[in-house]
């Protein structure tokens, strides 16, 4: 099963200088693909700060971090980025 806190520690351990916030978004998604209920289907990540990566190359880190959660059961990750500015 696929654990929020889990996800929030990986993704520490690479962007421990930057503000993050995991959100379980799979209720949004009841009766759409992917949804199990009572599981950890859907997740909004919120990365906070500058990032050294480009955008594209975050996306990749973060779903290299995530591969385990995606073949247990975690159907979809949304990241959201604001720079330090915002």
């Known amino acids: 099963m696929v654990s929020l806190t889990a996800i929030e520690a990986k993704l520490m351990q ?10 379980d978004d799979s209720h949004a998604h009841e009766g759409h693909g992917g949804y199990r209920k009572g599981e950890v ?3 909004i990540i ?8 480009s955008r594209v190359a ?3 880190k973060i779903y290299q ?13 949304s990241i959201e ?3 330090s500015n915002s």
Do not use: C, D, M, Y
């Open 65 to 77: 971090l995530l591969a385990l959660e995606l073949t247990s059961g975690l159907h979809s990750v």
């Open 58 to 60: 975050l996306h990749r």
């Open 41 to 43: 289907t859907h997740i």
């Open 14 to 23: 690479v962007f421990h200088s930057e503000l993050i916030e995991v959100i």
């Open 46 to 53: 919120k990365l906070n700060g500058a990032q050294a990566l």
């Open 81 to 83: 980025v604001r720079s």
